[in-house]
């Protein structure tokens, strides 16, 4: 009879270690909400990180993934992370500096020529920079930036080729100043918008036009309803993955390490899944309808200029962070 109850109380944490959903409750219990469908490099290798760290941790720290703003959208997990309410969060470079408007020194209009260029800059002092700012709010920012990538334009209308293309085009952009004012910038009428809303928003033609990377165009099914893509690599766009910062200081430090070992090592793979997925996108896109053109730069960056755009946005970081971009990427306009 003892032996029997001895076993059958061994018996749940077993249980707990291999069916992490039905186990009881783990010593750190943390849930992780991003804006991405499930298929999206992202959420594949966080996955895998949340299972490493179950399995390093023994147990002890389970993270339960909410994925496809199903907590809500951007503007709703950022404060969820701030509060509490939600641990882990990875918001664009974009997104978040509506809170740090240092994170989005990144996007600074055809900054950046290459990924050579994005990851000295992001692994480098420019990344620093924004750790540090993001710090201030307390929030935790992981070493390693996972990559969105190169934003494109698409269009359900005529294709973009040069800058005088973008005038009074309807165009949704994230909920971010800088993207607001370089649309503006380029003669376009951006409007902000969750992405939780845009392809209702291009579906119904409330706006004509998006721009975000192919891999996202792709999973988020943006070809259904968008007809051309411009290559423009206008803006070069990051997750930051973030931790609420009293939560991540509640962590001991040997969980710690396990967690930000596991995230730092995942965002490497998604960094190169993504390089991966940019070499095969525009064809499987082409085959899904989507017509491409390549664009130069040049049109673009000499509207920008004109409209004061860099100006600006150079006051607006500091000559701190502007110097340090410009030592990563070279002179900008
Ligand atoms: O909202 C977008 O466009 C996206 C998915 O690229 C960001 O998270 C900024």
């Known amino acids: 009879r003892r032996t029997i109850l001895k076993s059958l109380a061994a018996a749940p944490a077993v249980v707990a270690l291999g069916r992490p959903g039905i186990a009881r409750a783990a010593e750190f219990d943390l ?3 991003n804006n991405l469908p499930v298929t999206h490099p992202l959420n594949v290798r966080a996955q895998e990180a949340v299972e490493r760290i179950a399995r390093e941790t023994n147990g002890r720290v389970q993270i339960q993934i909410f994925p496809n703003n ?5 503007t709703d997990m950022l404060s969820q992370v701030r509060s509490g309410g939600i641990t882990f969060f990875t918001p664009s470079a ?7 408007p240092a994170a989005a020194i990144n996007a600074v209009g055809f900054a950046f020529a290459d990924y050579d260029q994005v990851w000295g800059a992001m692994d480098g002092k420019v990344g620093a920079h924004v750790r540090a700012q993001i710090a201030k709010v307390n929030l935790y920012a992981f070493e390693k930036m996972w990559d969105n990538g190169f934003r494109q334009m698409t269009t359900s209308g005529k294709p ?17 100043p800088l993207s607001i004012s370089m649309f503006k910038g380029l003669g376009a009428a951006p409007a902000s ?13 409330v706006v004509d036009a998006q721009e975000n990377p192919l ?9 259904e309803v968008q007809k051309a893509c411009a290559l423009s690599n206008h803006i070069w766009d990051g997750f930051w993955f973030i931790a609420n910062g009293r939560a991540w200081k509640g ?16 965002g490497m793979k998604q960094r190169d899944d993504i390089r991966k997925l940019n070499a095969t996108l525009q064809a499987d896109l082409e085959a899904k309808g989507l017509a491409f053109n390549r664009t130069s730069p040049d049109s673009f960056r000499a509207k920008l200029r004109e409209a004061g755009f ?7 970081f500091g000559d701190e962070a502007w110097g340090l971009l410009e030592g990563a990427v070279g002179k900008l306009a």
């Open 310 to 316: 860099y100006a600006e946005w150079k006051g607006r």
């Open 251 to 266: 962590l001991p430090e040997d969980l710690q390490k396990i967690v930000a070992g596991a995230i730092n090592d995942a």
């Open 94 to 100: 974009l997104v978040i500096a509506t809170l740090v």
């Open 160 to 176: 973009i080729q040069t800058a005088a293309d973008m005038a009074g085009l309807k165009i949704r952009v994230p909920v971010s």
């Open 215 to 223: 891999p996202i165009i792709q999973v988020a099914k943006l070809y």
């Open 31 to 33: 849930k992780y909400g």
């Open 70 to 74: 199903q907590l809500g959208g951007d």
């Open 193 to 205: 918008l969750q992405f939780s809303e845009v392809y209702s928003a291009l579906q119904t033609k």
